[in-house]
């Protein structure tokens, strides 16, 4: 079995079967599951207008991350709550394919769960897409979850 499993979410309907895939192989093995989400860098002018904008006892949590954290924060509490013991989380700048890639050299993962999300159409010939970058270039075994 695996002992390490990397999975990546955009907290999207596609990407809650991944992780639910994801979370259902680290509970048969007793692996680790490391939750991967990448995010676009914010300007600062924006998150300085919305700090103003928010109450004042809220402002601390305006940031780059806000969105990603509850992301990565749901997806972590369902894992537990599925008997995930070992649950990490890594919220990275860019690039999700390589945000993923990235994790999973760190942590030495032996499989990363991807969604087929953007595997189909012209787009994923002209833009590739997640899946297909990271199964290309991933550090260990991949499983692509059919979610569309």
């Keep these: 079995m695996f002992s390490r499993i990397i999975v990546g979410t ?15 192989l680290a509970q048969q093995g007793d692996a680790r599951l490391d939750i991967v ?4 860098p914010i300007p600062q002018q924006r998150l300085k207008e919305e700090a103003r904008e928010a109450p004042g006892d809220v402002q601390y949590e305006i940031g780059p991350r806000e969105d990603v954290n509850l992301t990565l924060e749901n997806a972590a509490g369902e894992a537990k709550k599925q ?13 999700p394919a390589d945000a993923i890639l990235d994790v999973a050299e760190e942590v030495k ?6 969604g087929n999300k953007g595997m189909t159409g012209a787009r994923r010939f002209l833009l ?3 899946p ?3 199964s ?9 979850v059919r979610t569309t």
């Design 109 to 114: 993962s032996d499989l990363i769960v991807v």
């Design 37 to 40: 989400t990448a995010y676009e």
């Design 83 to 95: 008997g995930v013991s070992e649950v990490q989380t890594h919220a990275r700048e860019g690039d």
């Design 128 to 130: 590739g897409s997640v």
């Design 10 to 24: 955009d907290g999207s309907e596609t990407a809650a079967e991944a992780v639910r895939q994801a979370t259902e």
């Design 132 to 134: 297909n970058k990271v």
């Design 136 to 144: 290309h270039h991933a550090p260990c075994s991949v499983i692509i």
